[in-house]
Structures are given as C-alpha cells and as structure tokens.
Nanobody, 124 residues
C-alpha cells in the first residue's frame, strides 16, 4: 500500500503562486509515475499534470501549460506542483496520485493510489 498526503494548499489572490507537495509513504516511489488532478465544486475530477517515474517526462493539461510545473524528488519520496499566475478558475481540491500501471497518465483510471486532496482557493 501507498499512502499519499498532499499539503501546501491555501487561499490566494489572482496572480499569486502556490507550491503543492505530495509526500508518499509505504513504498519507495522511484518506480511510480505521479500525477496531479483537481476537482472544482460541481465538476468532474480533471487532469492537471503528470511526471514519469524518472522525472524525465512531464505532461500537462492545456489549461495549465506555462503556469504549472510538476517535479519530483525521489530521495524524499515527494512530488511537487508549482502553480503560478493563479486564476479563480484554478479553485479546486487538488489530488495527487501514483501508479505503476501502464496507461495514459492523463486518465484518472490509470492511477492506483490517491491522496485526500488539498484545497486551493483563488479570489479575484
């Protein structure tokens, strides 16, 4: 089993930045791909960003390209999501997830383990 704990969420104004962290325990994640998803009130969970097990490949939703940066530190068993130029439409609960399965990392069904989420609220 893998346990994931997100942190770093909060309330910020438009244009602000946040750095989300996702700390893993239970297993070493060096061979797991990692992803960040988000879910706004009344909407379905959507893909934001993903990173391969090595960190050599990253993937982003079109809506966040250029503003979000995903990275990982395998020595710390942690993945990060740097969010810049925040917009009100970025308001959501942000979830990290991990998987060893093959499959598109932009699809939630590809992931085996999920964290509980951290709230990001952006005010105008």
């Amino acid at each position: 089993q893998v346990q994931l704990v997100e942190s770093g969420g909060g309330s910020v104004q438009t244009g602000g930045s946040l750095r989300l962290s996702c700390a893993a325990s239970g297993r070493t994640l060096s061979s797991y791909a990692m992803g960040w998803f988000r879910q706004a009130p009344g909407k379905e969970r959507e893909f934001a960003a993903a990173i391969s097990w090595s960190g050599g490949s990253t993937y982003y939703a079109d809506s966040v390209k250029g503003r979000f940066t995903i990275s990982r530190d395998n020595a710390k068993n942690t993945v990060y999501l740097q969010i810049n130029s925040l917009k009100p439409e970025d308001t959501a609960v942000y979830y990290c997830a991990t998987t060893k399965r093959s499959g598109p990392l932009s699809k939630a069904i590809s992931y085996e383990y999920w964290g509980q989420g951290t709230q990001v609220t952006v005010s105008s």
